[in-house]
């Protein structure tokens, strides 16, 4: 008869099976922390290089803004001289020399740059900045430099597309019309035209003239102060857009 001795192992404590529990909670904790600490290091590197492309996108608006507002600033000059001109008590109006101190004519367009912001709202990066009052200012900041190009792209260039521009050819004889194009100051024969044109307006051509040119220009003239006073606002709200870039970058 064989005998077989059996052994017993020996029971662990409570407090073995505890320790056990705690090192697999570290461990997997530890794990989270890691992985946490990684995406959140990613997040930032990700915010930082929208706030950088942000902050180019700011800083070529102001440029551009900086352009419009000295360049209409000279339009208004020009057009408040003619229209002073147009209110001088006279029987007669020197058409020709009018369309020389005019010149040529355009609109400046005014495009918001705001690619790097509409792609972080069309993925879902805006929350990379984790930022509730940047978040607002921006916001803000869409909003005016949104309202500036509506002004200028709607308010402004609708008027001077569809009424001033016509407004000059019909006003104008073909001579005249020369001045509003500058490509014509390279063709020899065509200065030489606009030099020795002679062209004065009397009686009711002059008034006529008078009439149809102060309407365009002090309509033009309103329509482009309203757009100096949007420009103005979306300058500033470009400056301080900038600031609080930089500032998010320091952080």
């Known amino acids: 008869m064989e005998v077989h001795a059996h052994t017993h192992t020996e029971r662990k404590k409570w407090t073995h099976y505890l320790w056990e529990f705690i090192m697999l909670f570290l461990a997997v904790f530890c794990g989270f922390l890691a992985e946490y600490q990684l995406e959140h290091k990613i997040e930032k590197e990700r915010a930082e290089k929208y706030l950088q492309s942000m902050l180019l996108d700011v800083r070529t608006n102001i440029k551009n803004l900086d352009s419009l507002l000295a360049q209409d600033h000279a339009i208004i000059d020009n057009h408040d001289s003619l229209v002073n001109w147009l209110l001088q008590d006279s029987t007669t109006i020197d058409r020709g020399a009018f369309a020389k101190k005019m010149g040529a004519v ?51 260039k609708k008027y001077y597309t569809e009424l001033f521009i016509p407004a000059l050819y019909k006003a104008y004889d073909l001579i005249c019309q020369l001045n509003l194009d500058t490509s014509n100051h390279s063709d020899t024969f ?34 482009l102060k309203r757009s100096l006073d949007a420009f103005r606002d979306a300058r500033v709200a470009c400056v301080e857009m900038e600031e609080l870039i930089l500032k998010q970058l320091e952080k």
């Open 106 to 156: 355009w609109v400046r367009n005014f495009l918001v740059r705001k690619e790097t912001y509409e792609q972080m709202k069309s993925s879902g990066s805006l929350r990379y900045i984790g930022n509730i009052d940047f978040l607002k200012r921006t916001m803000d900041y869409e909003r005016i430099t949104n309202f500036a190009q509506y002004r200028n792209q709607e308010f402004e």
């Open 190 to 223: 065509k200065m030489e035209k606009i030099a020795s044109h002679h062209d004065v307006l009397t009686g009711n051509e002059a008034t006529q003239f008078r009439n149809n040119m102060g309407a365009a220009l002090t309509l033009r003239l309103e329509r």
